[in-house]
């Protein structure tokens, strides 16, 4: 409405039909003080100015040692030697976490199914 826009797309034509059909709209200059845009600022007179937040944020002070990291450790490779002065290998494999197969638990869940279905039958 007045911004040079020449259309409108919405999910809602009843809302933007009754907006564009608003009296209010076209009355220019003459409208009431409470249909007036508020200017910024312009409610803080109104405001109670215990309620009001901190004009600005507390600045903690802060010292060299808040902000000043120490350096980081140097990087080296790491190679681990046996008591006779040659260099172990890493081991090649993963050692195994002790748990049982998955397919020792398909096979059981398998045969208890079928157990159960013979038994329905």
Same mark, same amino acid.
């Given at each position: 409405m007045g911004a040079g826009i020449n259309g409108i797309i919405t999910d809602f034509p009843g809302t933007a039909n009754a907006y564009r059909n608003n009296r209010c709209l076209k009355m220019g200059n003459k409208k009431p003080g409470y249909m007036k845009p508020t200017p910024p600022g312009g409610l803080l007179p109104i405001v109670n100015a215990a309620?009001? &937040?901190p004009a600005e944020a !507390?600045?903690?002070v802060l010292t060299e040692s808040d902000v000043a990291e120490p350096p980081l450790p140097s990087v080296t490779k790491n190679t681990s030697t046996s008591g006779n002065g040659t260099v172990a290998s890493? &081991?090649?494999?993963?050692? !195994?976490?002790g748990q049982p197969q998955s397919t020792t638990y398909v096979?059981?869940?398998s045969l208890g199914i079928f157990l159960t279905t013979l038994l329905l039958l």
């Open positions: 309620l009001l &937040p !507390p600045n903690p890493p &081991p090649t494999s993963p050692k !195994p976490s096979l059981f869940s």
